[in-house]
Each structure stands twice: as structure tokens, then as C-alpha cells.
């Protein structure tokens, strides 16, 4: 056993997104001494700022023992693969095959630690938000597009891959008939049919600027309460946290909570003790953090 590191250690967390890169500088006891937003661009320019703000963070702070980054995806999670750390098939232009540990390492010679950025998120709220108490959580992020992450005992699960939920195939709700779907790869499965870019496709806005979206956030708020319920009925996890960017302005949660009701329809085994939906779906109590903050805690867990 080696001794655990002191509290004013430092590591340094990267939330890498399809929009945005977020890094920061951290003490392992959580206060965060430096942080900085950058533009996710063409993979080269983009990690090379990374590079540069924790040059720049750790001349002023002192160095970091590890590095934990989240990523979009997907992602080659698996460090006995020769792919290890490089994104897959994604769709952003000029990320497949990039390897998003190299630059770190190759600059500061330092660990560093790799998940997806909804199993981190779900970290961060398992430890550190929604999910404290319980041995249990699944999270999901529904934005540009939708995905999760599922935890037991503080561990992600994994298996040939990380989860890929946002691709689950969902029953139509028959009012969205006509729409095919923005899912490059399956048109219509959930993120095809619920995603930011989805609504935008059928109806020109976002969701919380529509005139008129009550039926709006009925139909979307249908198709993630069939993720919701999939989820507790294939994994009994004890609480279910769900953010992004098209849950904010809070319309829609109550939706998807009525929606997972009424296919729950009083068959509700998974919930422990009298939790109902309100208790059971809820929102990321870390808010917009979760990401940076399950980074942070995916380098301090490097020994
Ligand atoms: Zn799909």
C-alpha cells in the first residue's frame, strides 16, 4: 500500500467537449485554484491550449501528481488496448483516432486517467451530489446529443464498451410521425428523436423558446422517460440524476417524470423504501460542474 497523497496535492481535471473544453487546476481536497474555458476546434489547436493552461496553472500553483480527463465520445476505455485513449467513430469532424491523454503526457510525463464525460458527471454526483447515500446511480446528459453513465459501488460499469444509451430504440409517439430522426448512424433511435439538435431539426428553436411547446415538451418528455424506465428496470439503480442543455430552464423534468409514470403504471419494484418519481428523477445537484468536478476526482482516485 503506498501512503495516499497529501490534501494540497494537486491534479488537474479536463472536461473535454464537443463544443467545449473545460480544464482545471485542483487541490485533491477539492478547491479549485485555476480554470479556464476553450472552444473545442481542430483536435491539434484545441489540446495544444490545454497543454498551455496547465503550463501556465502550474507555474503559478505547483505541479499535478495526475491528470483525470472526461471525454466526449466514444472512446477507447480500455488500457490493454493498443487504441487506448483515442476517440472512435465519432461524428465531429477531424477527432476520430485522435488521442486525447497523449499531450499531457508527453508534456508533463504525469498519469492520466480517462473516462467519458457522462461516467465522470455521474462520479462527481455519486460522491459528491445526487446520488450521496446510496450504493447506486445512472446519469444522463441530454444536449447535443444524449448519453449516460451508470454506477455501482463507486465504480463505472463497463463491458466491450462504455454504455451507449442514447442510441436505445424508443416507441413513437404518434403525434411525431413524420419526423425521420438527425441520429446519423439510426435517424430516429432517442438521441436522433430527443436531442438538442433533434428539436431544432422538427421545430427551429430550442425547446424553452418555442411559442407554444407544451405538446413540444410532452413528445420529448415521453421519449426520455423510456430511457428513465429502461434504466431502472435493466440496472435497479437507486437514483437516476438527468442535465444537459436541453433540461435547463426546468419545463421539462416534470414532463418526463409524468411521462415515466404513466409507463411505470404502478409496477415500481426498483424504488427503495417510498421514493416516488419526484424523489427518484432528478436534476444534477452539482449543476453544470458535475463534469469538471468527476474529472477532478478521476485523477485523485491515480496512486
Ligand atoms: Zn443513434
Not at 481535471?13 to 480544464?23: L, S
Not at 486517467?113 to 445512472?138: I, K, Q, W, Y
Request: net charge positive; charged share 20%.
Amino acid at each position: 500500500m503506498t501512503a495516499p497523497p497529501p490534501a494540497d496535492a494537486l491534479v488537474g481535471a479536463v472536461e473535454a467537449g464537443g463544443t467545449k473544453f473545460r480544464c482545471a487546476l485542483v487541490r485533491d481536497a477539492g478547491d479549485v485554484l485555476a480554470e479556464c474555458r476553450i472552444p473545442t476546434t481542430e483536435p491539434q489547436a484545441t489540446l495544444g491550449r490545454v497543454v498551455e493552461f496547465f503550463a501556465e496553472a502550474q507555474r503559478r500553483f505547483g505541479a499535478a501528481r495526475a491528470f483525470g480527463i472526461g471525454t466526449f465520445g466514444p472512446a477507447d476505455l480500455d488500457p490493454r488496448s493498443p487504441g487506448y485513449g483515442r476517440l472512435l467513430m465519432t461524428p465531429k469532424p477531424g477527432w476520430a483516432g485522435v488521442d486525447v491523454r497523449k499531450p499531457l503526457i508527453e508534456r508533463f510525463g504525469r498519469p492520466v486517467a480517462l473516462d467519458t464525460d457522462v461516467n465522470v458527471a455521474a462520479l462527481a454526483e455519486a460522491e459528491r451530489g445526487a446520488g450521496r447515500g446510496f450504493r447506486s446511480l445512472a446519469y444522463v446528459t441530454v444536449g447535443t446529443g444524449i448519453g449516460g453513465g451508470v454506477i455501482f459501488d463507486g465504480r463505472m460499469r463497463y463491458g466491450a464498451m462504455h454504455p451507449e444509451m442514447g442510441h436505445i430504440v424508443v416507441r413513437r409517439d404518434p403525434r411525431d410521425r413524420d419526423f425521420t430522426g438527425v441520429c446519423p448512424f439510426h435517424g430516429d433511435c432517442l438521441e436522433g428523436l430527443a436531442s438538442g439538435p433533434a428539436i431544432r431539426a422538427r421545430w427551429g428553436r430550442p425547446l424553452d423558446a418555442l411559442d407554444d411547446h407544451g405538446e413540444a415538451l410532452d413528445i420529448i418528455g415521453g421519449y426520455l422517460a423510456q430511457l428513465v424506465v429502461a434504466l431502472a428496470r435493466l440496472t435497479a439503480c437507486e437514483r437516476i440524476v438527468i442535465g444537459g442543455g436541453v433540461m435547463t430552464g426546468g419545463a421539462l423534468l416534470p414532463r418526463v417524470r409524468a411521462a415515466a409514470s404513466r409507463l411505470v403504471n404502478g409496477y415500481w419494484p426498483v424504488a427503495r423504501g417510498d421514493a416516488t418519481l419526484m424523489e427518484y428523477l432528478v436534476p444534477p445537484a452539482l449543476g453544470e460542474r458535475s463534469g469538471i468536478t468527476g474529472a477532478a476526482l478521476l485523477a485523485q482516485r491515480m496512486r
